[in-house]
Structures are given as C-alpha cells and as structure tokens.
C-alpha cells in the first residue's frame, strides 16, 4: 500500500495562473516532506521542502503547505510559467538525516501558453 | 560541474545475465542511494549508504546487490535479471551536512527480455 499519494496524474494550467498540485501521505511518522521535479530524460531535482514543525514554506514562486491533520500537503505555483511543465513528485521521510524518502507516484503538470 | 553520473543510460539485456550499472559521484557525498521509476508507482528506494562499506535496504531490494568500496561509486548490480526488473534506475547523493535534497542521476533505462 503506497504511503504517499499524488491522486492527480495530470493537471493542466494556463501560463499565469495558479498551479496546485496535491499530495496525501498516511504514515504519521513522517515528518519532513519534499517536492521534486522532473523533466524527461533528466532526473528528479529538488524543489522544496517543509518540515512538520511548520505548515507553510515559500520560495519565490514556489510555496508548499502542510496540513499535519488531514495528512495533506500542497504545491502552489504562482504565477505558472511554460518551464513549469514537468512532473512533480511529493515525497517524505522519518528519519532523521533523510535517507528513505517515499516518493508519491507523480503529478504531470501541463502550463499552456 | 556537480553531477551524478550513471551508465548506461539504456541498456537491454536478456533473462538471467549479470550486468552491473555503475554510478559516480564527484560532489564528495556522505550518502548514495538507488531508485527506480515505475508508472503510477513513483521512485521506490531500492538501497542506500551512508559511507564507505556501509549499505542498507530500501523498500525494493529483492533481485539488487550494492557495494559502497569507495566514497564516489555505488554500483548496482543485478545477479539474475527478469523482465520484472525492466524498470527506470536513478542513482542520487547528498550530503551528510544537507539533511535533504538528493542529487539524481539522469537515469539508465534497463529492459529485460
């Protein structure tokens, strides 16, 4: 049973506006969690991430929210950009220096121009 | 330039014949680990180390051998590959300082006929 889970295998955005992209997780041990993205033919690259000790992080036009409650954290894009098309993989982890991550099965994100 | 380097980066090879996919690091990382890619299914850990001679399991280790002799590679190796293994391998780093952000590889897409 995955622990992590991106129930959206694609989403499609125009440029300019808001891209969210949602992540479910059901392991209450994990406590830092992490977005990656990925282009074709390259791998993953680090994105951001949030500890649980917090429920929002922010980087430009990158912000990640956690809900420790409902298990549910969320990637908002904005303003979403053409370079922005990728997917997105959520992942997290319980160990302390961030070993094992389990990754979610992916979000492919579409931003037309 | 930073980077993991993995090779092959496609590889199709038979039922049952040994071949290893090597993995280099130039970034003087504390710890490696391997993944793989399946649809729907996200990246699944298959082995890590934190340092030289010092390896362990992920979620997926069946059918997968490592070995950590030097800090820069970590090879893996399949003993007896199956078509079950045909599958998208990415090797990535970090450092022991960083507690995330793993560095990805740009992947070998293996199939096994």
């Known amino acids: 049973d995955q622990q992590v889970k991106q129930n959206s295998p694609s989403l499609s955005v125009q440029e300019g506006r808001i891209s969210i992209l949602n992540c479910d997780y059901t392991?209450?041990?994990?406590?830092?969690f992490l977005w990656y993205k990925k282009y074709p033919a390259e791998g993953p690259t680090f994105l951001i991430s949030?500890?649980?000790?917090?429920d929002k992080n922010e980087d430009g036009r990158f912000t990640v929210f956690l809900n420790k409650s409902a298990k549910h954290l969320s990637l908002h894009i904005v303003p979403s950009q053409p370079g922005d098309s990728a997917v997105y993989f959520c992942?997290?982890?319980?160990?302390?220096?961030?070993?094992?991550?389990?990754f979610g099965g992916g979000t492919r994100l579409m931003v037309k121009p | 330039e930073a980077q993991v380097t993995q090779n092959p980066r496609y590889l199709i090879t038979v039922t049952g014949k040994k071949l290893t996919v090597t993995c280099s690091q130039n970034?003087?990382?504390?710890?490696m680990s391997w993944y793989r890619q399946d649809p729907g299914l996200g990246l699944r850990q298959i082995y890590y180390?934190?340092?030289?001679?010092?390896?362990d399991k992920g979620d997926v280790p069946e059918g997968y051998k490592v070995s950590r002799k030097e800090k820069r590679n970590f090879p893996l190796i399949l003993e007896s590959p199956s078509p079950n293994q045909t599958s998208l391998y990415f090797c990535?780093?970090?450092?022991?300082?960083?507690?995330?952000?793993?560095?990805f590889g740009s992947g070998t897409r293996l199939t096994v006929v």
């Open positions: 949030i500890s649980s000790i917090k």
């Open positions: 992942a997290a982890t319980r160990d302390n220096a961030g070993n094992m991550l389990t």
């Open positions: 180390s934190m340092n030289v001679e010092v390896t």
């Open positions: 392991n209450s041990m994990f406590d830092y």
């Open positions: 970034m003087n990382h504390e710890y």
């Open positions: 990535a780093s970090k450092s022991g300082t960083d507690n995330y952000g793993y560095t």
